[in-house]
């Protein structure tokens, strides 16, 4: 089957169209821009404000990952404090220098408890010892660390308490 490709000269240029016409077609079209525009920025804005939410939410998670590793990591930094105070041995002091330095950079420090306040915020009381000032801590059983200032691990200590 062949197929006529030649321009059919029968066929009529398009009838001028009314300036009203023209203009009420117009309008319809600029209705239909504006909408078409107006879902456009709508759908822009929850995109952008879903790629805000999941950065953040992987922020938060990145944060816990890594306060939880350190927080287990602290486990082997007691670990080594106690042996460093029985075996004098430069190596082990190394590593725990590297361990402590390591720390450092990721903001984690160790909390000053010894002689203040008690404070349920930031200790744990484990011995009362009805010595001396009321409140006051006597002895450190376990050393308490904040990262970027909030507490990441409660210090455990001794405090003394008036006798009743």
Known sequence: M???MKKNDTQQPPAPVAGDQLTG???VLKKQLDEATAQWKRALADYQNLEKRVNEERRELIQYSVKNFITELLAIVDDFE???THLKDPGLTLA???LRDLLKREGVEKMEVMGKEYDIHTMEA???DEDGQD???LAELR???TMHGSVLRPAQVKVS???S
């Open 161 to 163: 308490k008036k006798k």
């Open 96 to 98: 725990l220098k590297k």
């Open 25 to 27: 077609e117009a309008d």
């Open 135 to 137: 409140g006051k801590v």
């Open 126 to 128: 484990l011995i009362l």
């Open 143 to 145: 050393t308490g660390y």
């Open 82 to 84: 106690k042996a460093e």
């Open 2 to 4: 062949k197929i006529d």
